[in-house]
């Protein structure tokens, strides 16, 4: 019933940002497996923008760098316990919570930064669901791997 709720809950959230059209199929590669960055059933990719990095407004930067300092944070604690994983996972759901109800892109630009968001919202979600320190640590590989790509698609 979670996972449910969870599920309804950021796709709600997702389609609430500017009212675009949401992603029909929600279970997504871990883009680090595989270079060309498939969505599962909708057959669309993750490309730059005819050779061109896609242009995100600041708001969007911000919060993808505060995504990047929740990493540096875990990384410099001494506990790598499941509850420092946890407590991991609460804080990058948060930032992407924030980057989500910040949105104000429009367009092509937007649609882009959806097929990057949308994987990383399911790795989060799923990482919500690890009951090891082994799986919350393969999780958060896969979550800072589609984090990573962003300066790749995306003007910083």
Known sequence: MKKLLTLL???G????CNNHKRAE???FNNPAETDEH???GTGEKLELNNGAKWKVDSTTNNNTNSLKLIFEK?????DKSLAAYKKTQGDLQKGIDKMISECKMNGPDHEALHKWLEPLINQVAKFKQTSTVHDADE???????QVSLYSQYFEL
């Open 38 to 40: 498939h969505s599962k």
């Open 25 to 27: 199929n929600k279970n």
């Open 139 to 145: 999780a958060l590989k896969g979550i800072r791997a």
């Open 9 to 11: 809950l950021l796709t």
């Open 74 to 78: 875990f990384d410099n604690r001494s």
């Open 13 to 16: 959230t997702i389609w609430s």
